[in-house]
């Protein structure tokens, strides 16, 4: 189905509503326009649809994912170097002085920072200073410019977002399709043999160890985007592969990345929302259940051909 069969399908299942229209009149004439309001609101709606699809969820618990939506590539962490080096320490010998620096307030708030061969954990930093957990044990720390690091990297799905929040390039990670990660299927370090990084459990403790900087064994994917047990080696090369959401429908004759029998759900979700928007509780509730009957029936389909990598569903418990 096209993005045109898809809104024709929505416009007429939700009872042809007025603000979903694809058409303008001339002396009553229907014309479908691309460039209507209601054009626009219906490919909203469906693109929403589309993206609930690639991850859902049955009252099973089956979780329905398209292997079309992985994607693989490269990403390397860079140590941040600061331009400018120390000029005086604090009495505690907590705080680091930087003349003429212009840190971003907070920035490396949770990174490590080393100095001189000293590492500890940053809790604080203002434009020119940076605060260590603990104090320090060099008898001199000026003269000297700091490392910095983190065994966490946030995710972005733009440049433009990734640019905004003032992170360095080589501490966060932005696939280069610019596509939201959903989750990571795999991760493999290529600076150490190709050695595999494996997911732990998100109850797993990861402890903040300045000093200890290796090849990680273990990630997991939290809110602070992709954490390691530890702090890898700088410049270490990893190859990411990962579950994104779908591209974005944009024109009337473009078809969704997903085997074309799934293609009637998502209008058939976009539906639902509509009505649940509309507070049309009954209908909706109808429409839900219809949809996970269809999305079962299409697994069981699958299933049996015995063929879910080649037509790209992945389905699982």
């Given at each position: 189905m096209t993005v045109n069969?898809?809104?024709?399908?929505l416009y007429d299942k939700t009872g042809n509503p007025t603000d979903l229209s694809p058409f303008t009149y001339v002396a009553e004439v229907p014309t479908y326009d691309i460039t209507s309001a209601g054009w626009t609101k219906c490919v909203?709606?469906?693109?929403?649809?589309?993206?609930m699809l690639a991850n859902w969820k049955t009252p099973q618990g089956r979780i329905v994912r398209f292997a079309f939506h992985n994607e693989t590539f490269?990403?390397?962490?860079?140590?941040?170097?600061?331009?400018?080096?120390?000029t005086a320490i604090s009495v505690d010998l907590k705080t680091v002085t930087f003349a003429g620096a212009a840190f971003a307030v907070n920035l490396y708030r949770m990174w490590f920072c080393n100095i001189n061969g000293f590492s500890s954990l940053v809790v604080s930093n203002t434009a020119n200073t940076i605060t260590f957990r603990d104090a320090t044990t060099l008898a001199k720390v000026s003269g000297f410019?700091?490392?910095?690091?983190?065994?966490?990297?946030?995710?972005?799905?733009?440049?433009?977002?990734?640019?905004a929040s003032g992170i360095p390039v080589g501490q966060y990670v932005?696939?280069?399709s610019e596509r939201r990660i959903i989750t990571y299927q795999r991760v493999v370090n290529l600076t150490l043999n190709n050695q595999e990084v494996w997911?732990?459990?998100?109850?797993?403790?990861?402890w903040d160890l300045p000093a200890t900087r290796t090849y990680p064994m273990q990630y997991r994917y939290t809110d602070l985007g992709l954490e390691f047990e530890m702090s890898p080696k700088n410049s270490t090369l990893f190859?990411?592969?990962?579950?994104?959401?779908p591209e974005m429908l944009t024109a009337d004759t473009q078809e969704a990345n997903i085997p074309d029998?799934?293609?009637?759900?998502?209008?058939?979700?976009a539906a639902w929302m509509r009505k649940v928007q509309d507070q049309n509780t009954e209908e909706a509730a109808q429409d839900q259940s219809r949809i996970n009957a269809v999305v079962n029936e299409r697994v069981q389909e699958f299933e049996r051909e015995n063929d879910m990598q080649n037509v790209g569903v992945v389905c699982f418990y």
């Amino acid at each position: 189905m096209t993005v045109n069969d898809m809104i024709l399908a929505l416009y007429d299942k939700t009872g042809n509503p007025t603000d979903l229209s694809p058409f303008t009149y001339v002396a009553e004439v229907p014309t479908y326009d691309i460039t209507s309001a209601g054009w626009t609101k219906c490919v909203a709606l469906l693109n929403r649809a589309y993206k609930m699809l690639a991850n859902w969820k049955t009252p099973q618990g089956r979780i329905v994912r398209f292997a079309f939506h992985n994607e693989t590539f490269l990403w390397q962490n860079t140590d941040v170097v600061t331009a400018e080096t120390a000029t005086a320490i604090s009495v505690d010998l907590k705080t680091v002085t930087f003349a003429g620096a212009a840190f971003a307030v907070n920035l490396y708030r949770m990174w490590f920072c080393n100095i001189n061969g000293f590492s500890s954990l940053v809790v604080s930093n203002t434009a020119n200073t940076i605060t260590f957990r603990d104090a320090t044990t060099l008898a001199k720390v000026s003269g000297f410019a700091a490392t910095l690091y983190k065994r966490w990297f946030p995710m972005f799905d733009t440049q433009a977002k990734a640019t905004a929040s003032g992170i360095p390039v080589g501490q966060y990670v932005l696939p280069p399709s610019e596509r939201r990660i959903i989750t990571y299927q795999r991760v493999v370090n290529l600076t150490l043999n190709n050695q595999e990084v494996w997911p732990a459990d998100r109850t797993q403790l990861f402890w903040d160890l300045p000093a200890t900087r290796t090849y990680p064994m273990q990630y997991r994917y939290t809110d602070l985007g992709l954490e390691f047990e530890m702090s890898p080696k700088n410049s270490t090369l990893f190859k990411i592969t990962f579950y994104g959401e779908p591209e974005m429908l944009t024109a009337d004759t473009q078809e969704a990345n997903i085997p074309d029998a799934w293609h009637e759900t998502i209008w058939m979700i976009a539906a639902w929302m509509r009505k649940v928007q509309d507070q049309n509780t009954e209908e909706a509730a109808q429409d839900q259940s219809r949809i996970n009957a269809v999305v079962n029936e299409r697994v069981q389909e699958f299933e049996r051909e015995n063929d879910m990598q080649n037509v790209g569903v992945v389905c699982f418990y």
